[in-house]
């Protein structure tokens, strides 16, 4: 691994995580007691007598690689860093860096906003022969937004149903003029406005087509492709960015969001 001024030192990491994880008072994941003995690298609750270290009671309780490699891994993904460009800073293989930025991608939350105001609404296709269609829904002049993944061609009902989900009565919804929103607010009580492309109007869905131009150019840079089984996930990843950016200021705005305690008991 290359030292680089990005990476604390290891002492530094452990006091991070710590905090990410306990807060400011350590105490036992399972009884929540704050009477704690330290021996060597692990603690013990002297309630519960329950054993526990920094990470056996989170997602990183199988971590392998050194603190300040995962904390680099960490760093290539919240900073946008492509796979092969992580790989060769960190000296990991491809695979490896593929494996943990799943994981990373694993630990995003996922709720998902429902839209109101103005929204635009358009679908992309992914996948080639065994197509994925993918609904996603901007709230104009705001970071919300919201998908679905459908293993199909969408019918009409799908587009339905997405309004059902995510979109909040009495919007006002834009779309272009495909068939499947035809009449849409027969389904749902939207105020529909549809482009007709063909007439060269794109004045109403201009953003959400723009934003699955990111979304293909970020998937090219950052992964290269993406198989079918992934789409769903890395969707989650870009629209996550999207509307949290916060989330990705650094590997510590990262843990103290996913790093969680779970309880082996309760
Ligand atoms: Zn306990």
Redesign the pocket.
Known sequence: MYQLNQIPSEAQIKKTIRWCVFGTTLH?P??L?RSVCVYGKRYR?K??K?KFSLFSHTWLSNLKLPLQTFWLVLWCFVAQVPVKQSSKLSRLSITTIRHWFDVFRSKLPEDQNILEHLVQLDEAYFGGKEVRTLFLGKEIGTKKLAYRILKRNPAREDAWNFLESYIRPNTTLNTDGGSIYHKIDNWWPVNHNRDIHKKFEFEHTSEIEGMFGVLRTFVRRMYHHVTRDKLQSVVLEFCTRFSHPEMFENPQSFLQITLHLIPTRC
Do not use: A
């Open positions: 036992c399972d009884c007691s609750c309630s519960c329950g």
